[in-house]
């Protein structure tokens, strides 16, 4: 499984490379995790004969297109295109999913988006186009895309774009944001109206049938809260309430004529699914007993298949028997790694999977079910098996008996004792770790430190209960989560008290900048990268962006608090309590969490006196699209921790880790 296979002749530099590299202790280079992927994505074509992948080859970035017997058929240098998906199109076409950071100019609530755009490109490379490019009235690039269907020969795909109206004097002007549903012509590119839009204050969307027809369109009131559902024939088969916007189409029944829709429920934020028939009739509920990560759907039949369970491991389940016999066979054909479903052709006898865990970098396979062989692609991050640190699952308790799960991951070929740490929360929060290849995580691990990413009270995956938990609790028992996780390591010997660092990313990042300003005595520096330090003006930020809406406004106050209450989780007004450095990076065309709010933290902390690091990374975003800036990142937190917390040096002086709960509730309590 080790040996690493070129699959075609310009991944051969980057496989000898990997041969090349030797167990030896010294770590590798940053560049191996700061870089993008060496592969990033990979799709099979409906027949299953050609994949198309995303990754570098021959030190370049780009999409290959190659059949199952490794001939290359195509190739697309990419750059820094910040890809978010690729499809395949039939046989002979390739989608490219991908978004710019634009600015917006005079009369819009925000300065910046992200707005995206459809890019086809023809195998035999005679023709390269962007959906919507010839049409003058649509604006603003793809909205949304609803997939792809063939009929009469044709492939048609369906996206949503903005429209613009024409005045009395026949000028294209704005005059709603609301999208506009269109079936594309993939040959000509020529675009059909098949839904229309909403009226304002009005969010729609829709479910396709398997010949492109809509066969369901859900409308969201945002001021009330309320939703309907309305077959193709107009005709409401579904209503309800949902303050936070719970309501959701999912696809077709497994039958063709039943619809199924989720709804969350407001109260208690349990999720539930239901099937409804589309003429009309009794809404049942199903999958009552679990809890569901992702639906898949039919790519033809445009109906529910399966789904992923929620679960510290991956773990999927199918409703036609065959298919759960495939995908059972071939997540045991890769004991003890954490196995992801990529993609699978029409027959499903063919499937690509990524493989992590253990000491596997992320690979990429193509699994054939007719012969029973796993074929390797190639591998996200070219380490040796010997520097891959190992990763593990922990549970401990938390200050009032809650109990935090973990992922814990240690240094490779040392003794997990008296480690210099490096607590790591996660972004959302809405989100979760696993267990798999973390590049930041393991970026560290190699150069010494233990990692714990807490899935703190507020992490998805562990049930509605446990995520609506951590409401209200930013800068509370959030932040104690993580303080208590470290004293766990202190307790078991792992961790040294005195060598610990918080770093974080989005809502890690004001985790980290609360852990040395909400709290203090804990940790010897603090990373934020795109963090936040001013919660009440993220809030009004948000707010006004959205255009006041409601359901956002909603969302805020149960998720985070009222805004007069804000100020006492802000960062930026605790600055006079640090005692730890603190490295702030961001992205300058961060559009998720603007930039202006790490500008702002630094100067506070300039003005206070206190040890401050800024790195602003131009024309980088939220997410760390592109390969310069990230490794750059990287660089940046690496040098900045080693220096105020190198994994070889002294105790002293350093802050005084608290072991138990109690102590760093009571120091988060003062910060308050």
């Known amino acids: 499984m080790r040996r690493f296979l070129a699959v075609v002749a310009m991944f051969a530099a980057i496989m000898v490379g990997a041969g090349q590299m030797t167990a030896a202790r010294a770590a590798p280079p940053l560049s191996v995790y700061g870089q993008l992927p060496g592969l990033e994505q990979a799709v099979l074509s409906p027949s299953g004969d050609r994949i198309a992948l995303i990754g570098i080859a021959a030190g370049e970035r780009r999409l290959v297109v190659i059949d199952k ?39 819009f609530t925000a300065e910046q988006a992200e707005l995206y755009s459809a890019v086809i490109a023809s195998i035999d490379g005679k023709k390269i ?8 009235d649509i604006t603003g690039g793809v909205r949304g895309f609803y997939g792809t269907i063939q009929r009469g020969g044709k492939w048609y795909g369906y996206f949503s774009g903005i429209t613009r109206d024409k005045d009395g004097a026949g000028e294209l002007i704005l005059t709603s944001t609301k999208p506009v549903l269109y079936e594309v012509d993939m040959e000509s590119g020529a675009p059909r109206k098949i839904g229309a839009r909403s009226e304002d204050g009005i969010y729609r969307s829709w479910a396709l049938g398997p010949d492109g027809t809509v066969s369901a369109r859900l409308d969201y009131i945002s001021k009330s809260g309320s939703w309907a559902i309305r077959n193709g024939a107009g005709e409401k088969i579904a209503s309800g309430i949902s303050k936070l916007a719970g309501a959701d189409l999912v696809a077709l029944g497994n039958g063709g004529d039943t619809l199924i829709y989720s709804q969350s429920d407001d109260d208690d934020g349990e999720v539930h699914w239901f099937e409804l028939p589309l003429a009309g009739g009794e809404a049942k509920e199903i999958l009552t007993d679990v809890g569901v990560e992702q639906a898949y759907i039919d790519r033809r039949s445009r109906r529910f298949i399966g789904y992923a369970l929620t679960g510290d491991m991956p773990a999927y389940r199918f409703l036609d028997a065959h298919q759960q016999k495939v995908v059972n066979a071939t997540l045991k054909a890769f004991p003890g790694l954490a196995v992801t479903l990529i993609d699978w052709n029409d027959a499903f006898d063919a499937l690509i999977v990524k493989t992590e865990g253990g000491d596997d970098p992320q690979s990429w396979w193509l699994v054939d079910i ?8 190639g591998q996200s991050y070219l380490v040796p098996a010997a520097e891959v640190g190992p990763v593990k699952i922990i549970r401990y308790k938390a200050g009032d008996g809650t109990e935090i799960p973990g992922i814990l991951t240690l240094p490779p070929g040392r003794e997990a004792k008296n480690l210099p740490v490096i607590i790591f929360p996660h972004g959302g929060p809405a989100s979760h770790d696993s267990v798999g290849f973390d590049w930041w995580a393991q970026a560290f691990a190699v150069r010494g430190y233990a990692v714990l990413q807490p899935n703190f009270r507020g992490s998805t995956g562990y049930g509605p209960a446990f995520e609506r938990a951590g409401y209200g609790e930013w800068g509370r028992k959030m932040q104690t989560d993580m303080s208590d996780g470290l004293a766990h390591l202190v307790r078991d010997g792992i961790a040294d008290p005195r060598r610990a660092c918080i770093m974080g990313a989005s809502f890690g990042g004001y985790a980290a900048l609360a852990g040395v300003t909400l709290q203090q005595g804990i940790y010897r520096c603090a990373v ?24 956002m406004r909603r969302g805020l106050e149960q998720q985070i608090g009222a805004h007069r209450d804000l100020a006492a989780i802000s960062p930026i007004r605790f600055v006079d309590k640090v005692t730890a450095p603190i490295l702030l990076i961001h992205g300058k065309d961060d559009t998720v969490v603007l930039y202006d709010q790490s500008k702002d933290m630094a100067a506070a902390l300039r003005r206070a006196g ?5 790195v602003t990374l131009p024309g980088e975003d939220h997410w760390l699209s592109k390969g310069a800036t990230r490794l750059s990142m990287l660089q940046s937190a690496v040098a900045f921790i080693e220096k105020y917390n190198p994994p070889d040096g002294p105790s002293d002086p350093a802050p005084v880790v608290p072991t138990t709960s109690a102590s760093a509730q009571s120091g988060q309590a003062s910060a308050r």
């Open 610 to 614: 206190k040890a401050v690091e800024f």
């Open 69 to 107: 017997a490794d001939k290359p058929l195509f190739v697309l240098p990419l750059g820094d295109v910040k890809i978010r998906g690729v499809y395949w199109i039939g046989e002979s076409q390739v989608m490219i999913y991908k978004s710019d950071t634009v600015g917006l100019g005079v009369g």
């Open 528 to 551: 934020s990268v795109s963090g936040i330090g001013d919660v009440a003006r993220m809030a009004t930020t948000d707010l006004r962006e959205s255009g006041s809406d409601p359901t």
């Open 129 to 136: 186009w962007t959906v919507f490019q010839k049409s003058k």
């Open 370 to 377: 007719k012969t029973g062989r796993a074929t390797p692609l």
